[in-house]
């Protein structure tokens, strides 16, 4: 009887064993169908407003994108259309003194023969200028919390629009537009006391105490604000923190006749104001994952 059950157990054994076995699979990333990428975040405070257009490569590719700079690329507004000018860069198309108006849909038109059928296919985005929130001033705290230092930022957000601060920092002049950090902060995570907006700010190597710090805060819509929160967790850096990257970037941009599929975003943003201050926090906080 012993016999007959040792047996049972290793034809179970086997049987397990055959069913959990695998072979290798290649997946050719490299052959993936190229996809269409298209981009434009329009600022408030810029005269000239750039879009992009080009072809992805494959994952592990260490080729650059190909651009393309046969494409007719178009932005209504209030009813009137704009021709968008090929630009001296590559794959980049540009229009001058567009006026970004806060409340104003703004509606991005792409013709172009991707698929090289002989047609040209019609892409199209839409964007709506929200409120800018009013920022007055902002200054770090010296209150920490799990060694996260608390920047506070004085304003007023307007509740009727979408409002997701997206918080710059750098350390010198010298080296404004190499910003050391990018922060999404959706609106309810926004936290208000009064005019008083509490902001985790994460230490970053080489600022002491007594640096003078600069902070840009610019506010995204919703729909933007996730694509970056989902490009960033895609790229490694997650955010939020110990998410999942998702299965796929959600883009505002669709081919009307066409099924192509198409990556990239169009969006309107307002630019914030330059704010500096002197840091009176002692950043030596210890090692933690390559910050102090």
Same mark, same amino acid.
């Given at each position: ?51 992009? &257009? ?5 994952? !592990?590719? *260490? ?7 046969? @494409? =007719?690329?178009?932005? %209504? ?29 703004? &509606? ?5 023969? !991707?698929? *090289? ?7 199209? @985005? =839409?964007?709506?200028? %929200? ?162």
């Amino acid at each position: 009887m012993k016999r007959d059950i040792r047996h049972i157990y290793m034809i179970i054994i086997v049987l397990l064993s055959a069913i959990s076995c695998t072979s290798p699979i290649d997946i050719e990333t490299d052959q993936a169908s190229p996809r269409l990428v298209i981009f434009g975040a329009f600022r408030q405070d810029t005269i000239r407003n750039y879009v992009s &257009i080009s072809k992805s490569m494959g994952f !592990f590719s *260490q080729s650059p994108p190909i651009t393309i700079d046969n @494409a =007719k690329v178009t932005i %209504t507004a209030n009813d009137t259309v704009y021709q968008l000018h090929p630009d001296t860069v590559a794959g980049r198309y540009y229009i001058d003194s567009l006026n970004i108006l806060v409340g104003r849909e703004y &509606i991005l038109d792409v013709y172009l023969d !991707f698929d *090289q059928n002989g047609v040209d296919e019609h892409y199209r @985005a =839409k964007s709506r200028m %929200t409120n800018t929130p009013r920022i007055d001033s902002v200054k770090l705290s010296g209150f920490v919390i799990q060694k996260l230092p608390i920047m506070l930022v004085y304003g007023k957000v307007f509740y009727t629009s979408d409002n997701n601060f997206c918080v710059y920092n750098w350390k010198n002049r010298d080296t404004i537009g190499i910003f050391n950090y990018l922060m999404i902060m959706p609106e309810r995570f926004l936290k208000t006391t009064g005019y008083a907006y509490t902001v985790p700010y994460f230490v970053r190597d080489g600022f002491s105490k007594g640096d003078t710090l600069h902070f840009r805060i610019d506010n995204f819509n919703n729909e933007y604000s996730r694509f970056i929160s989902q490009s960033a967790s895609a790229s490694g850096m997650q955010n939020p923190f110990f998410s999942s990257p998702p299965s796929e970037v959600k883009t505002n941009i669709r081919c009307l006749d066409a099924d192509i599929r198409v990556s990239g975003f169009f969006t309107t943003y307002s630019r914030g104001a330059v704010f500096s201050v002197i840091s009176h926090i002692d950043f030596d906080f210890g090692s933690i994952g390559g910050m102090r």
